[in-house]
């Protein structure tokens, strides 16, 4: 546990003995009673605009990581829910986010996807945008006519960078308050240090609806079914150590080692060789250490329909791989994450989603055991109510 304070360290030890505790007992972290979902929370298509405007469209989502921008005039673009966005790092440091759109004509300012540059030339009238949006030249402006180019700038989106990651919301330009928005989860996350890790690939993949998606994301009863070539030969299937910090969540899953810990001491304990921590932070981000030296960051958005999504999948690793044996390691890794996710949990979910619209079932179940998913549909539910509060404390 190097390089963690004892605060985190005693985290962790805290997480291994509660998740020691339910392998023991043949357990796992309960809610109350069984969810009814009724089927249409998947199917209306009223409803699932209603929820993206309310909830994709509305609150911050993590739109980049800060290792994608490491430098001043470093840019990403992404095109997120309809809506272009340009996330650049201004010569202060400050990474801002803005429509990707000219305020001319409407044309995409910038249409690579990511870079570094000085400033962004309109591909259709050479009107120039500087590192912070302002506009800084137009072409054959004399000649244009006078317009008040200091309202000219590229528009604004809310936008804050924390513990390695940049948030962004796509329909407002006040900014956020991520200190509230995350709450105790930004302590937790901190402890990742993601910003010092190596991007060593990125991909995008088509997948189920965005709930089919997230749950699958969000509960633990799947993996020894589903996961036993992948992912499932490290964890314990339907064992979860669940810790919720408002609408984002912790997950600590037990490594199949976990029971050797019984007859340890714990003064030797080394609990991340032990137990797997996944990060989600609502409504789209799942950040999954699942070995030591690499990491699974997913960025989840919904599609046009009910029934589509698109996953930003990037893998981490602790340093750049230079030896043969970090490449393989990292290709090892790539490899089993993208598996993991394609041909097991997407593909499942592609069939959930026949199986949704062929009327069988009027609800879908979320088990006592599946306190994880169950906890997000609550908060979108929350949120649907117009309920705005954003400060969940520790």
Not at 29 to 36: F, N, R
Not at 235 to 263: A, F, M, W
Not at 331 to 355: C, H, K, P, T, W
Request: with cysteine.
């Amino acid at each position: 546990m190097t390089n963690l304070n004892a605060e985190a360290e005693e985290d962790l030890m805290q997480l291994t003995r509660r998740a020691l505790e339910h392998q023991q007992q043949q357990t796992t972290d309960l809610t109350d009673s069984v969810l009814h979902m009724p089927i249409e929370a998947y199917t209306d298509e009223a409803r699932y605009s209603a929820e993206k405007d309310r909830i994709f469209k509305t609150l911050p989502l993590a739109l980049a990581l800060s290792l994608e921008l490491p430098e001043p005039g470093d840019y990403k673009t992404i095109f997120a829910l309809d809506t272009p966005v340009l996330m650049v790092r201004g010569d202060d440091g400050v990474v801002r986010a803005f429509l990707n759109v000219c305020r001319h004509r409407g044309a995409r300012v910038c249409e690579s996807d990511s870079g570094n540059a000085r400033n962004f030339p309109c591909p259709y009238h050479a009107w120039t945008y500087g590192r912070q949006g302002e506009l800084v030249t137009r072409y054959a402006g004399q000649l244009f006519g006078d317009v008040d180019e200091e309202n000219l700038g590229l528009t604004s989106l809310g936008c804050a960078e924390a513990s390695g990651i940049i948030w962004v919301t796509l329909n407002a330009s006040e900014s956020i308050d991520i200190d509230g928005w995350l709450g105790g989860m930004k302590t937790r996350l901190d402890t990742l240090k993601l910003d010092e890790w190596h991007l060593y690939a990125k991909r995008e993949l088509p997948g189920p609806g965005w709930k089919v998606t997230l749950d699958g994301y969000l509960e633990i009863y799947h993996h020894n079914v589903v996961h036993g070539a992948t992912v499932g030969q490290h964890t314990i299937g339907n064992l979860l150590v669940l810790d919720t910090y408002g609408p984002h969540q912790r997950l600590t899953l037990g490594r199949k080692s976990l029971g050797s810990l019984k007859e340890t001491p714990e003064e030797e304990w080394q609990p991340l060789e032990h137990i797997r921590l996944v990060h989600n932070c609502f409504p789209n981000l799942s950040i999954s250490g699942i070995l030591g030296d690499h990491c699974l960051v997913s960025q989840i958005f919904p599609g046009e329909k009910p029934d589509t999504t698109v996953t930003v999948q990037m893998v981490l690793c602790a340093h750049k791989p230079e030896t043969k044996e970090d490449i393989a390691a990292a290709e090892n890794f790539s490899a089993m994450v993208l598996q993991a996710i394609v041909d097991e949990d997407y593909r499942l979910g592609m069939l959930i989603q026949q199986g949704i619209k062929s009327g069988a079932n009027s609800e879908l179940l979320f088990g006592k055991n599946e306190p994880a998913a169950q906890n997000y549909h609550h908060w979108v539910a929350h949120f649907m109510e117009q309920k705005a509060d954003m400060n969940w404390g520790a």
